[in-house]
Each structure stands twice: as structure tokens, then as C-alpha cells.
């Protein structure tokens, strides 16, 4: 059997091991350390940030992010329905009700149209929304300039879900820092990694110093244990931060590569009717976490669909996925209220995500390629 090229593999960096062994050496196994404040600053420095908590996981983060806003059991939180589902499982840890809102077509991201639509039904119907969770899929910014015009307009906070996004950015300002709280997130799949592990940025210092507080437990200033508060274990471990530290040696370095590798497809693949590419609209850069296409039947040869794309390449060992099934159609939410046009439904018909980890080969590249061509021809 061939090799298998993987979607999104872990690419370490070469120094990685240099700040993990001095981990070991200086018997910093345990949470909390000297490298999570040094990966905090070093996260600050690349996007632009005053304030940073390194956690365990993305997912946590928007959960904290939400306790942080006085999200409690009852209320509505507005969520994009396109994206995985740890953006919108969080609400329900609180108790709360997401509300799920449609995709544009410009950056398959939260719609403001529709946006503006869900909060002013809501206000009617008595429950004014008490966040907005805007995601930035594969990379590619969201709308942020007329989400956060929208959210100042009724005055509700955003909380950013960049996890896939960093290294993106809109006219220059890194993805993460538009919103009141960001969210990062560093899984295995992701542009760089910690393993596992996310990150809660804000300009607000408070919002971090408390999110470092429930993080680790919410221990009271105490020679004993003490609580007076309901904490969470989410603080990321020392181990973990020292991967994280080598990661960001080489993050600009990755996204280059992604790019690359979504240049490479996009050019391949040009001439082939009913395949599609996302561009970045103007001012907007994408680190092309994934590489993604849009397969429409009704253009292809023989009405190859993007099932048929799919199947061909996991006969190859080429794993791909479609894009994500949004989260108004999962069965775990599917009694909750949606404001859309069937945007993101088409698609998750239509979509596919090629292999784009940035340590995929030119051999790895063309492998994928000869397939998509094969049997589009």
C-alpha cells in the first residue's frame, strides 16, 4: 500500500525538544512553568496582543471566554453554524441556548446580513443575545469590520474563534484581537501545535488575569485549599508550552508552506470545470490552514461530485474530509433556532479539503493532484 498522506499532520520544528528537555532538566513536569509564560509572551509578540492565558484547549477557552462575559444557564449566545463543533458546545456547558447563524459566500463566515437579522428577532422575542462567536474557517478571516459594527450597534460582545486562524489577518491586524475575547487553538491538526492546547486573548487584562484564576482550579490566596469560586482544570502544562515555544520558531514558515500548497492546487486544478476555489477578498490574508475546494456536479465531467473526489483519494491512502456538516444540522442541535439561506448547507454538499499540512512533499502534492485529475477527466 502507498503511503498515506495525512490532511493536517503534526510538522515539528527542530527545537521543539531543546525546550522540552529543559523541562525535564529543571523538573518543570507539571503544570504552569517557565515556558507557558514564555509561550504567552511569545503569542503576544507574533499577534499583536497585550494579554494572553495558555490553556489546555481551544474549547476551553471559549467556555472561560464565556463565564468571563456573565454567560448563565437561560441565555442565548449567537454562534456560527458553520464550523466544528466545539465553537458552539461550550454555550451549552453554561446552560445556555446557541443560536446559529448562516455563511457568506465571500469567506464562508458568519453572515452579517443574517447576523443583524438573528439579534433583532431575538431582542423581539425578549432575549437579547449575550455574546456573538464569529469563526474563522480554515484560515480565512471572517467579515470582523461589519460583525463588530453590528455587535457595537446593540452593544454585545465577541468572542473571536480563531482557532484555525493564526497567522491570518485583516489589512494587517492578526486574527484574534478584533473581538472583546480570542480564542486560539493548538490540537495536532493545527498550524503549529503544543499537542494539545489553546490560548484566550484579550486587551483586557482582568478578562485574563481571572481566566488564569478559574484555569488553575480557582484556588483562593491561601496556605490551605480553598474555594470560593467553581473552577476548571485548563491550564496548559509546562511540557506542553515548551513544544509551543519551538512551534513558534517556525510559524511563519508553516503558513508560508500552506499557502503554497493551496497556490499549487489552485493552479492544477484551474482549468477543470466545477471546481472551485476561495479567494481572499481585498485587505484580507488567510494562512490556508486548509486548502479547500467546491465541487459542483451539475459542471464536472460524468457529474463527478465531491463524494466521488472523496472515495477515489482514500482508495489512494489520501485522507480528506469534507468541510464541516453545520452545526444546525447535527443531531445534538437540532431543535435549535437558525437564521439562514441553506449558504452553509451547500457547502458542506459541495466541499472537500485537500491535504495541506505544511510538511507535505512536491511527490505528496502531485499525488493528490493525479488523482482529483483522473477522475475528473
Given at each position: ?8 499532520s503534526?510538522?515539528?520544528?527542530g ?8 523541562a ?8 504552569l ?10 503569542l ?11 490553556l489546555?484547549t ?20 449567537i ?9 458552539a458546545?461550550p454555550?451549552?456547558?453554561q446552560?445556555?441556548?446557541?443560536i ?9 463566515n ?29 484560515g480565512?478571516?471572517?467579515?470582523m ?6 455587535a ?5 460582545p ?11 489577518s ?8 478584533f ?15 503544543t ?8 486587551e ?8 488564569r ?5 480557582a ?16 491550564r496548559?502544562s ?11 520558531e ?17 493552479n ?16 484580507f490574508?488567510s ?7 467546491l ?7 460524468n457529474g ?5 473526489i ?12 469534507p ?6 444540522l ?8 437558525f ?11 459541495q466541499?472537500l479539503?485537500?491535504?495541506s ?8 502534492l ?6 482529483i ?5
Open positions: 500500500m502507498k503511503d498515506k498522506i495525512w490532511l493536517s503534526p510538522h515539528m520544528g527545537r521543539e525538544f531543546e525546550y522540552v528537555k529543559e525535564f532538566d529543571t523538573n518543570w513536569i507539571a503544570p512553568g517557565p515556558h507557558v509564560d514564555g509561550f504567552e509572551k511569545d503576544c509578540n507574533f499577534i499583536g496582543a497585550s494579554n494572553a492565558a495558555a489546555n481551544g474549547t476551553g477557552a471559549i467556555h472561560l471566554a464565556l463565564i468571563l462575559l456573565g454567560v448563565e444557564a437561560g441565555d442565548e449566545v454562534c456560527q453554524s458553520f464550523t466544528f463543533s466545539a465553537s458546545n454555550i451549552v456547558y446552560g445556555a441556548i446557541p446559529f447563524v448562516d455563511s457568506e459566500t465571500d469567506t464562508w458568519i453572515c452579517p446580513k443574517h447576523l443583524r437579522i438573528a439579534i433583532k428577532d431575538r431582542i423581539l422575542k425578549g432575549k437579547k443575545p449575550k455574546a456573538i462567536i464569529p469563526v474563522h474557517l480554515y480565512m478571516p471572517s467579515k469590520e461589519e460583525i463588530l459594527s453590528i457595537g450597534e446593540f452593544e454585545i465577541v468572542i473571536e474563534d480563531a482557532a484555525e486562524g493564526l497567522g491570518s485583516i489589512n494587517g491586524k492578526s486574527c484574534g484581537t473581538g472583546n475575547l480570542g480564542v486560539l487553538s493548538f490540537n495536532g491538526n493545527k498550524i503549529i501545535t499537542s494539545g492546547g489553546g490560548a484566550l486573548i484579550s483586557n487584562e482582568a478578562f485574563i488575569k481571572q481566566a484564576f478559574l484555569a488553575t482550579q484556588r483562593d490566596n491561601a496556605p490551605h485549599y480553598q474555594h470560593s469560586h467553581i473552577g476548571y482544570n485548563y496548559m509546562n511540557v506542553s508550552a515548551a513544544i509551543g515555544r519551538g512551534q513558534m517556525v510559524l511563519q514558515d508553516r503558513v508560508k508552506q500552506r499557502r503554497l500548497n493551496y497556490d499549487f492546487y489552485a492544477a486544478l484551474k482549468d477543470f470545470a466545477g471546481i472551485f476555489f476561495l479567494p481572499e477578498p481585498e485587505g490574508f494562512n490556508r490552514w486548509l486548502s479547500c475546494i465541487v459542483d456536479a451539475t459542471l464536472t465531467n463527478i461530485a465531491r463524494e466521488d472523496r472515495l477515489a483519494m482514500e482508495k489512494e491512502n489520501i485522507e480528506s474530509r468541510l464541516w456538516k453545520p452545526m444546525h447535527q443531531p445534538v442541535f437540532e431543535a435549535s433556532d437564521y439562514g439561506d441553506g449558504t452553509s448547507e451547500k457547502l458542506f454538499k466541499g479539503c485537500l491535504p499540512g505544511s510538511n507535505l512533499t512536491r511527490e505528496d502531485n499525488r493528490v493532484v493525479t488523482v485529475e483522473k477522475i475528473l477527466q
